[in-house]
């Protein structure tokens, strides 16, 4: 077993390498995996372990989107007039210009993305189990709505940023389902640490029974502030790739499409079982490949398929994939009973 | 001995209830207190009161030396005091051991240190905890499955494994097997004498509280009714009064 495990790990890693040349022409398709295998990962962090069910998660997305495209703009270009569709200029961007400002882009949406989910925090924490959803959910909308009303940021008709430098766009496919996969993976690596150390029993705590956790001294708020923080600053930056992937984007259907993404994180994460560090990331696989097979031969259906599985999810299957393996394997997750061995200095009852 | 625990004059009513009326207990450092009263004479509200799970009309409250009864809980909880429930809470989800790593004193540590793993020290003290309250065979059960007494017993353990200054106990011995009792009475006793761990207990079982406690109070009607050693508690004709029924 501990054999196998790094070479599981590596067998994956190549895979994850490999895969946008083992199938050429579902490049984007696959980029666009990673997006819900993000989102689906760090929603878990407060969905599934912190038992702080956000359906405002998406907001972070369309924040993340709008603050790199907009620092992205701003090295070359004022943001005002770049976003004004009436004034008709046309605007180049230099290799250096392009590179440089996605990457400053990115990394201020992930920091500030971070900052709002910690003042969010401040206001919402106060919410618990559906209030909570419901009051994350407003904030997402609310959000939407400011955004697509003002003007600086390109208002309704959102912003249209730089295409890929070069003439072949299999290139930008290519570059976008790596920085993706780089991003996923670093999230990954970072998780499967984050879940063995005490701040994430301590959020685990929460989740069980948040009174119990106060009344044994936890700093209950900072530790929610704290994690929320963190999966907003890897949905802040998975939403500025997803910005200069697309090139083009408006508020509410792209940035922050609450009835979409906004849900399928969601469903991606029951799907798979939450509150597991697998389960999302399969969850999420699994939803996809559903959307995109209901997409194909279901087309005029696809969203009545999707909805089914959502309501047969939600309804029969709440624990999700991991969640069932659990119930009927207990001791593949290490319980059982055990003899006591003799510790020393100590009588024996 | 100093006094840990004083509390002055308290009173707290619920609408119209009087749940407490100026009560003035105090708690001595190091030792085994006791609370004793009938059913809803105003005990559990008192431990409320005192760990702040909500504000009381008057009085005040105080924890070596300093006023608490303004902060909420978990404030109180980091310097130290810190209580069983009378309803166990326990993480269900998790075995025995998870439950244990979870109570360690996040008050004594920094943010660096909880984000790093348990050390190996920090395994063994919840083993030998848990070996200490008899549930060692069970430690990779799912807490959840444990029975009421056994429940009991971990949140005692959890309790023990958050290194607190005072423990406040809420019958910790109902619903356990009566042949069980005698060892956690022991237990108890060992946790106050070994780890300097003061307790201050509600129990309703006579023969527990007596064997244990250096002084008991006895509240009655939301009052404070007596006063004394255990001695001098079975022998106050106002507190058999109270429990049979003589009002």
Redesign the interface.
Known sequence: MTILRPIFYLALLAFIIAAPFIAPDFRTQLATLWIFIILSMTWDMTGGQMGYNSLGNILFYGAGMYIAAVVGISIAYNVGEYTNAAGGGIYKFTDTQYFLGMALGLIAAGVLCAGIAWVLGYLLFGLRGPYFAIGTLGAAIAAGELVSNWEWVGGGQGIALPVFPGDDYENAKLFFYYLFAVTGVVLFIFLRWFYTTRFAAAINAIRDDEEKAEAMGLHTLRYKLITWSIAAFFVGIAGGISGYQLIHFEPLETAFQTINLGIFMVVCVLLGGKGTLWGPIIGAILFHVVKEVTWNYLLGWQWVALGALIVITVVYFQDGLMGWLARVKPEWFGERVTEKPALAGEPAE | MTKIIEVNGVSKSYGGVKANTDISIEVEKGGITGLIGPNGSGKTTLFNSI?GYHPIDSGSIKFEGQEISKKP??DI??LGL??T?QQT???????CV?NM???????K?T?R??????TRADHDRA??LL??V?L???????SGSLSFGQQKLLEFA?ALM?EPTVLLLDEPTAGINPTLIN?LIDRLKRANSEFGITLFIIEHNMRVIMNMADRIYCLAHGELLAAGSPTEIQGDQRVVDAYLGAH
């Open positions: 760990v809980v978990q909880a980091r810190l209580r429930f809470r326990i993480y269900g989800d998790m075995n998870e790593l979870i109570s360690m004193p996040h008050r540590m943010i240190e909880a984000f790093t793993t348990n083993e030998h070996d200490f008899g060692y065979e069970k430690r990779f059960l799912r959890m958050n060892g």
